[in-house]
DNA sequence: ATAGGAACAGACAGGTCTGTCTCTTTTATC
DNA sequence: GATAAAAGAGACAGACCTGTCTGTTCCTAT
């Protein structure tokens, strides 16, 4: 191996567009981007294109996947910045939320938004879209077992639902106030039920 | 006048491309649709279309705003007739809801799928979106302040999140559930408030 | 009865969409 | 340095999109 490669390398073809993509998908919306776009702002040649991604409809997909990730890596990490002790982490949910809907980039969850634009209910991108909603309830069960509740898992589908109506109301509104009603209903929802196991 | 029109006149080409926009947009989203569907099932001249209506998206805010004349009336009638009683009508709200996610053709708030599909703020059918929103939020608020809730416009908010939470979950989740569950998190709400004004 | 407008039917234009294909240039490996 | 794969650039096909325009038929009002 004369070179060996020492020289880091650039980034690939599918890298670039799964960043744009990620970038106009949730801006603008799935159906608004076109493929030729995606390939101009990512600077990538349309062989390379559909060599990285089947179809467009794959590239959804694989976005949405990226993304679910980067979403829960996102909610944990805030949630264990805001609130280092266990029985503070699911309240601190929705801290986690008004930040986010604080920036300026909002356009509420990409993954909703894909289900209610993707009308089908078996296109891939609404398959990936409902394993992340599963993923994030299991997350929410998770802390709130942590936190000591016992019936976590129905706490975890009220948690979720809050979740979604904060998101909701926020891009309605064009305001953050929405997170904060969250909190508060969560707040009455965990006073409510039989606080801790033991 | 001879004849006077006594005949029942026939639907209009209008009313026919509003029903079956009505349909097709619910069922499948704005983009999905094209004008030439429209007209196919309607059975409407293309010249018939674009007098009725000047463009696509001129429809789209027709389609809406009448949409969202039908919405608050069902609400408002279906309300009256699960709660006789004023105080009793807020709750109802989330039982009406109950029964709507149980039809086979509900595919969640058509006012809510427009706003994300169509990420542009300014088009009109976001406007038409928004301004239903805070028409039902205004009918909200009125049945809390006859049912003797002291800040019922605080509450109205709450209950207009708490709708768009239990319509979104229940399309993600495909199953009605989230209503009761929305239900139970008014119910909270209502008792944690200082309950009458006088 | 007849004139005028509304509705139907459908061709057409100009643009955009996804996806395929060719050709050239770059990059990596031996 | 030679070879092969990867990537860039872009033409092209076929379908679909919105919106316009030209005829023909029907209904209605005088």
Same mark, same amino acid.
């Given at each position: ?5 020492t &020289?880091?390398?650039?980034t690939?073809p599918?890298? /670039? ?12 919306g799935?159906?608004a ?5 995606? *390939? ?10 559909y /060599? ?8 959804v997909?694989?976005?949405?996947? $990226? ?7 996102w909610?944990q990490t805030?949630?264990?910045?805001l609130a280092p002790?266990? $029985?503070d982490?699911?309240?601190?949910v929705?801290?986690a939320?008004d930040? /986010?809907? /604080?920036q300026?980039?909002?356009?509420g969850?990409?993954?909703i938004?894909?289900i209610?634009?993707?009308a089908?209910?078996d296109?891939p ?7 992340h ?7 929410l ?6 936190a000591g ?6 706490l975890?589908? *009220?948690?979720?639902q809050? *979740?979604d109506?904060? *998101?909701?109301?926020?891009v &309605?509104?064009g305001k953050?106030?929405?997170?904060? &009603? ?10 409510? &039920? ?5």
């Amino acid at each position: 191996m004369t070179v060996h490669t020492t &020289r880091a390398k650039r980034t690939t073809p599918a890298e /670039r567009i799964l960043k744009v993509a990620d970038k106009l998908f949730y801006q603008d919306g799935i159906r608004a981007v076109g493929v030729d776009r995606l *390939i101009a702002e990512s600077g990538v040649a349309k062989a390379s294109f559909y /060599r990285a991604f089947a179809s467009k409809d794959d590239l959804v997909a694989a976005w949405l996947d $990226q993304r679910d990730q980067q979403w829960r890596i996102w909610l944990q990490t805030s949630v264990d910045q805001l609130a280092p002790r266990a $029985q503070d982490k699911p309240l601190a949910v929705f801290d986690a939320l008004d930040a /986010r809907f /604080r920036q300026s980039t909002f356009r509420g969850c990409a993954f909703i938004n894909t289900i209610t634009e993707l009308a089908r209910l078996d296109h891939p991108g609404a398959h990936a879209a409902r394993r992340h909603k599963e993923s994030v309830r299991a997350l929410l069960a998770s802390l709130l077992k942590d936190a000591g509740y016992k019936d976590f898992e129905a706490l975890a589908l *009220i948690f979720l639902q809050l *979740i979604d109506g904060a *998101i909701v109301a926020a891009v &309605r509104e064009g305001k953050p106030d929405a997170a904060l &009603r969250a909190r508060q209903l969560a707040e009455l929802v965990l006073a409510a &039920r039989s606080k801790k196991t033991q």
